[in-house]
Structures are given as structure tokens and as C-alpha cells.
């Protein structure tokens, strides 16, 4: 097993930096939990349901040599993320990298369709618990900065944290939100020696369990229409974060995005306005 | 009493226009219902406490030769924004134009010194609120569009909606959800006729009831400081509120910064760096 | 003739404050002409061709009681503006308002379609004409700001400011520096009592001399499929541009966008995400 | 040497594929070349002038075991950049990667000591240099990644490129356009396998060859000023680059900032504001 980049995971007697990640899905957050494992770190993965679906990827994480534990956690639950942070300390030791992975997209609906406790939920996950995690877990990773461990907080984040399509009156308001918080968290303990990052996942992310099942019978559809490397392969986003973790302190990335190759942009129209090659194309006309 | 612009507001049997404003203090909020008064709308005044001040605001306007009416408001209650549409409308007929006034300013906090209600309750005010405004007025609006009554929601909004500075952790994360709500309600609305207004107000507003209070001792001599014209007067930003809330609709704004002259920008380094005349002088080393 | 308001245009002896515009077409710019002439000011249009078509907007403005003069204008031309700007103070008095309407949309093209002298054109156009009219004109309006005269600057832009379509390599690279131009003007020179305002023209415009000609015998047609105020016309946006230029120096604008109510923003999926109302719709994944 | 990753720099016949640098300089330049070197390309490093040191820098990589050449070049000059990619494709085979690491700070000058001549070298150099790269070097990229060699072309950019601060007229403008330009090259191109990234280096580098001339004496103590890993090591800001032309197709980035964590990011407030621990702080009046 590789040893973690010194000075960023230093533990002194031996013992494996931890990765905390809440929202380990068999997608981005369980292949961070497997990326961070082959790295060194112990990986404790927190989701929701599916305690069997858990139990597997630990298991998985284990065979490869790795060192994993996992736990079932309802984030919206008062006291929830808090204790987590406590426990996962008081056994495995000081997280040195955590990952939000918590979602909170419903699909398009208008707002009439968007009701009170929906628009709620969406904050309280998106938003209010990361603040949640950031109050708990912050402030010892400054205390650590002061001895050296620079802890990394990576949460992945949405198109819908940028801009605000229709339908998208819940998740767009609550990563939006999700944003500002990671620029706020910066501001106060970048200077204590924290890094969090605001990665942008500005594509479909091949997952089965968030993207599948929100899409059901029509997924394998939609990504065979997508093409060769059309959808965010989570073990690419996985690298990704890895790196992000990993940046010295003198260069660090406060927002990233990703997306496919084939894929627009935010900023984009999309689909992509036509070029017409003899130098006739029709701009947009609003360009 | 000037005639609201032909389209926008025509009411068919001479009654006023309906200006609601929620978070009408002495500062924006009240002046906007004054230049709408004075526009020919009747105006409604909603705040939350100071029930007096609030009578001298509607009877100032009314000395004005405007019309105005006014009532107190626990916006973060459940049921009583939607209370406040309702009865207004069955009172003084269609809401044709609407200011989102409610901010959730609560000065610079560590995190540490920020308690999970606070940071629930900035949302509460400055996103949800905004949600329970627009799911109880804008299909009102939506359904009167189609018979030519443009409607207009404005909304007032800050700094920390656009970036996410030190101590904002509650304000910036409710004021980020507010822009990307806005944008959601345009996505959806502007299509059907009613226009969202999202007004980054980046610069001190000259307003007591707001700044002063969050100052105290400290405002005049702020103010002082900041010299001529060094505040935004909210007088004049009245003024824009009255045209955009009255652009036509093949010209809508979306969003709009206002500042004093003498403010720098967000975007912009603060204080603004030195200029060397002889051309020598050192560029912030990161430009 | 209604007085241009105090403190803004106060010329003292009664003489009318000029307005220059430079790329006084038969869109925008002849446009703003004419509502600022309808102000009290003394209207200058510089335009690139059409020596007759300059006429008759002259005319028209004559005949409608106000005040302009026209002339030809080689903007890519050394020294020319530098040339305009101090006949025209010669002539009719100070420049208290100016507007920079040169656009260099040349349609979508490949960059292997996109000869090098093209790329250099679009931003000899939209952007080194802009530094020269703010190198000739800013300083004088500053001198006179220390008298109470703030001048602005009003400068048309487009969504290619902003983002760079696929297509558009001469023209977003060219209002991308537009942009930021406007931000360091204004960095310099608000503080100055001078006001420069960057315009997004987020969308088609009425325009026979640009959009018309760009796209010839389709425009009827495009026009026609926009539907009822699908372009933004003109003299709404004039409207704006007038209230822009008035803002008084405690609450200036330095961005602002437009758009038609039908028209989707640059920010969100073109066309718009389909929105389910019993709230089963698919979100954009990426959302 | 290790190996490139499969796929991204699969050369066949064994030979090396080859990394370009224009703006090699002691600085991020060399740093990238070493870094790609290390890592199995052939680095061609080319700068305007300092023919030893250049020198020098090809010779420290060829003894650590890597493969390199330099080339003197006046980016600046008609057809220099052509020459290059045509002659390092001949000499050394197809270039796999590119770093366009041309600045154009020339330090904070008032409008009126930023002669015309400086603003159109500033526009030269940081933008259309850029486009004569990407006119020359893209569409080899894209005939190549047709057989799976996906190519990147990673830009250096800077805080200017996202705001327009006081003084920096020409470098603001420039580097403006060299967004918008990146955007519009990843448009046309990410669709056809080649990744563009543009890297907004938001914080001082520890460049003896730029920073280091444009402070000159002050530079030593400028440096100390900023504490521990208060200046960009280029050493992390090339293993970001490298991570960064690595990503597979599925997981592009097409916008990345870096920063110290002792440096205040571009959009809050420097210096940071005050937090008041005891939650009576004062927030920027304009949050």
C-alpha cells in the first residue's frame, strides 16, 4: 500500500490517516472510499440504507488490502453527522480528508409540484448538512494544522450550485447555498490551514445508485446514447478528488469542474450551436 | 397621480395597481413603496414589528397624495406569507408588482460562534420566505399574464449572494440559495410572463432601520467616513426598482449590481490597489 | 423638452449636454440617439456607412424637436475616435454621456475558418476601440466630475462577454476583454465620479442593420418564430440605457442584463429542461 | 521513466510523446517541462530570450534522467508559433500536450500612462498568441485523437482573466479574451477529443523570471512577508498540471483556480474582515 503524501498525512506512530465520506453510494462516494484506501487511509463510509450494499464495499475495500469500516447514518437526524464525527475519531483517529457526497436532486418539477417540505429537505441536505459536518469537524482540523496535518474537505457539488435551470427551485436553491458555505468555510480556515473544495460535477456521473435509480428502466438507454466515455466515470472523479486532497498548501484549488468530453458546458448552449465551416454559420444571435 | 405604464399595470376599471412589500423598514423597503405610490400603485406594507413606524410610513405616503396600506408580518411563521397574498388581493385587488425585502444580515460570525438555529433561521428569511412568496404569488401572476398583466416580483439581495467572505457562513449560504431561486423562478416564469428581478445590493444602504441598528454608535461616524454620497440612498434605488419592475417584456433584466461610486466593487480588491503614475508601480502580483 | 436631471447634466448656460454614440445604427444605437435627444441632449452619431441612412436618422430626430448632428467614422482607423471625441467637444460642448455600440459578431466559425486578420479585426473593434474612446474621452469626464458633471460611459455587450460558444473564437474573445475593460474603467474611474456601465445583450435585438444583415432573407422568418415581443426592441432598451446614464452617484450599476421574456438566459439549458408536473421529470443529470 | 497513462500518450513505436512549453521560464514553464519530462515526454521548452538559462534548465532535466530541448522564440512574431509546432511535430513527433504559460503583467499603470502600444502587446502576447497556438496545434490534436490520442492543451491564467482590478487596463483585457477564448476552443474541441484547460493562477508564484523582475529588490522581502508556503511552489502547480492533462476523456476540468492558503481568493474581501469571535462583529456593511 502506498504511503499518503507526507506532510499532508503524517500520523506519527504508524496509524492510517482516516477518509471520512457521507453519501457512499456505489458511485462517487464509494469509489473516493476505495481510491482513499488504496492510498493508505482507513475509510469509514456513511449512507443512508442499504446496509448489505454497504457491508459489500467494505468488503471489497478489505480484499484489495485496504482498511474500511462502514456505518448507517440518517444525516438529516439531529445530532447525527455530529456524532459520527465523534465516533469515527474516537476509534480510527483524526480524519485528515472528509468527503460530503450528499445529494438532493428530485428531478425537474414546477414549482406548484415543489412542496414546502420537499424545498425544506433539499436545503437540510445540501446545505444545512454540510454546514453540520464543517461545525464539527473544522475546528479540529485546524487544531491539527497547527502540528502540520492540513486536513482537506471535498464536497461534490452540482451544475445546479452555478446556475438555476427550470424545475430546479429545491436542488438549485440548496447547492447554491452549498456553494456560498464552501467559499465562507474557505475564507475563515484556509488561513488555520483547512482546504475545502467545491468540486462541480458538471455531468451525468455513471452511478447505480443515485443517477439508476432516479432514472430506472431508462438508464441503460440514456448511457448507451451517451457514447464511449459519455457519462463521469466515478473512479476518474475519484483520481480527481485524490489529487485535490493532496495539493500542498502553497497551491491550492478552492473550485473545480468536471464533465465528459461530449458533454456542454453550463455555460454552453446546449446542444452546441452549429459551425458552419464556409464561415456562413449563424451565430446565435444573442452572442 | 401618474398612469402605471400602459401593459404592465392596466387595470381596466381604474382601480390601483397592488405594490406589495415584504420588509418594509425605513430604508429600501419603505421608499420603494413610496416611489410606487407615487407611481400610482397601491401600496402594501408589510415588516415585522414597530407597528408605529410603520403607521407614519403609510401616512406619509398618504399626505403624498398615495395610497398605501400596512400590517405586521412574522414572515418566518408558517402560513403567513401565503395569509398575506390572499388577503391582499381579496382587499386591494392584484399584486402587480412585489419586493422581497427580508435580509438576514447578522454581522461577521465564526463558525464556531454561529449555532445551528442561526444559520437555520438566515435561511429561513432569505430563501424560504422568497420559495413561499413566489409559490403563493406567482401563479397568481402567471394565470393574469396571459390577459396582458405583466407582473413583476423583485427581489432584494446582497454581496453575499455572489461570493462567500469571512464570518457569512448563515447570510452568504441563505443569500446564495436566494440567487439561484431566482433564477430557477425565472427559468420557469419569465416564459409565462412574470418577471423576476434579482438586485445585488453591493454597498451600504443608508438605512436605519437596518445598517444603523446593526451599527449603532457606530453609523454616523461610518457614514461620515464614508463622505459625499458614500451610502446608497435608497431613494434611488427606488428608482431602478420602478424601471425594472416596468421594463417591457421583449427587455427584461435578470440581475443588477448597484453600488455608491466610491465603493469597490466585490469583484474588485478592497482597498483598491495603487496606481503608480510613473508606471512602476507593482500589480497586485496575482493579476 | 424635459430638463436632463440635476447634477448629472447641469451645463450651466443653458447649452445641451452631448451625447455621442458611437455605432449609430438603425437598431440600438440610432435608438438610444433619439431618446437621449428627446432628453434635452444634444445627440452626436458616428457610424462606420451609410451616409444616407445617418441622415435620415438625423432628420428624424430634428423633426421630433430635438438636437443631433451625424458623421461617418472609421473606428478601426488610427486616431479616429481620438479625433471625434475632441471635434465634437469643439463643437457642441462637453460629452456628458457616450455610448460604445460596436459590435464584431461575424457568425459561428470553425477556428480553421477563422482567419487571423479576422481574429485581430473583432477585437480592433470591440476592444482596442473601446480602450481608445476610454483613453480620449475618460479623463476629460473626470476633470469635469470634480465640478459636479459625472459622465457615463454606456457600453453594449453581448452573452459572448460572458461565455464562449462554440463558434464564436474572434467574438468572445473580443467581449471577453470588453468586459473586463469595463471593470478596470470603472476601477479607476468611479471613484472619479465617473460611471461606466458593461450592458449584456443577452438576447436577439430588432436591429435592420446587424441582425437584419447578418442573417438576410431569414430574418422575417426568425422574427416571425420568436413570436409576439420576441426580440428585444430597441427603444425598450434605450429606456434603460437612459435610466443607466441617470442613476445618481450614490447607486450606480456597472453590469446589467437583458433579455426578451421568451428568450432563455445565457446560464440555462437552451432550450429549456422540460419540466414534469406530477413531478416525476427527469433532471438534466447533471443538474 | 514511468510510463504515460494508456491511452491519454500511447505512442506505439515506443518514442516519447512530446510536451511543449511556450513561456519557459524558471518559473511555472520549467517547472511543467521538468514535471512532464519526469514523466516520460520530451520536453520542448521555449522562451523569448536568456539563451543559458535556458540552456541550463534543458540540462538539469537531461541529467535527472529526462528528455528535452530548448528553442528561443518571439511569440510576437508573424508566424514564430507555426514554425514551432511544425518543427517540434517534425523534429520530435506529435505533441501530446502544450502549456501556453505567456504572461502580460506589466503592473498597475493608470489609463493614462497605458500608452496604445502597450494595450495591443498585452492583447498580443496573452490572447492572440494564444489563438495562433490553438490555430496551428488543435486540429493535429483532433485528426490524432480520432486514433485515441487525446491531446491537452493546458493555459496559464490569472486572477485578471475573472476581474478587472484598478491599473490593469491591459493585462485585464487580455487575459479576459483568453478565457472567453479557452471556453470557445473547448466548445469546438473537447467534442473531438482534445481537452483545454485554463488555470487561473489566483495568487503570486515563486518565479525568479517573473515575479521576481517585476519587484525586483523588493522581491526577498516580499516573499518573507507572506510566510511559509505563502508563494505557488511551480513544483505543486505543475503536479496539478499534470494531473490535470490526465484525466481521462470521461472526468475533463475545464476551469481550475489555484491559490496559497495564507492568500485571499479573488472574490472576498482583501484583506479578509474581521470575525468577531463573540458574534458581535460588524459584516461588511455590503454583505
Not at 210 to 238: S, V
Amino acid at each position: 500500500m502506498s504511503a499518503p503524501e507526507p506532510g499532508r498525512a503524517a500520523m506519527g506512530n504508524g496509524a492510517r490517516p482516516v477518509f471520512l465520506v457521507i453519501g457512499a453510494g456505489a458511485g462517487i462516494g464509494g469509489n473516493a472510499a476505495r481510491r482513499f484506501a488504496a492510498g493508505g487511509y482507513h475509510a469509514v463510509l456513511a449512507r443512508r440504507s442499504d446496509a448489505a450494499g454497504l457491508e459489500r464495499m467494505v468488503g471489497e475495500i478489505r480484499q484489495a488490502g485496504g482498511s474500511a469500516s462502514g456505518t448507517l447514518l440518517n444525516a438529516a437526524e439531529d445530532g447525527a453527522i455530529e456524532d459520527l464525527v465523534a465516533r469515527t475519531e474516537a476509534e480510527y483517529g483524526p480524519i485528515q480528508a472528509a468527503l460530503y457526497n450528499l445529494g438532493a436532486q428530485i428531478g425537474n418539477r414546477a414549482l406548484a409540484d415543489t412542496p414546502h417540505r420537499l424545498f425544506e429537505l433539499g436545503w437540510r441536505l445540501a446545505t444545512f448538512g454540510l454546514f453540520r459536518l464543517a461545525h464539527a469537524l473544522l475546528p479540529r482540523m485546524a487544531a491539527r494544522a497547527q502540528t502540520g496535518a492540513h486536513g482537506a474537505l471535498l464536497v461534490t457539488s452540482a451544475t445546479a450550485a452555478m446556475r438555476g435551470n427550470a424545475g430546479q427551485h429545491s436542488h438549485a436553491a440548496a447547492m447554491g447555498g452549498r456553494r456560498m458555505l464552501c467559499q465562507t468555510l474557505n475564507a475563515e480556515f484556509a488561513p488555520q490551514g483547512v482546504h475545502v473544495v467545491h468540486v462541480v460535477v458538471d455531468g451525468p456521473v455513471d452511478a447505480p445508485d443515485t443517477l439508476g435509480k432516479l432514472m430506472g428502466d431508462r438508464y441503460q438507454a440514456f448511457k448507451a446514447g451517451k457514447g464511449a466515455d459519455g457519462l463521469i466515470d466515478p473512479k476518474a472523479l475519484a483520481e480527481t478528488y485524490w489529487h485535490l486532497a493532496h495539493q500542498p498548501r502553497n497551491c491550492w484549488s478552492h473550485e473545480v469542474d468536471v464533465r465528459p468530453w461530449s458533454d456542454v458546458p453550463w455555460w454552453n448552449d446546449n446542444p452546441a450551436p452549429e459551425i458552419d465551416a464556409r464561415g456562413k454559420g449563424l451565430a446565435g444571435p444573442t452572442e
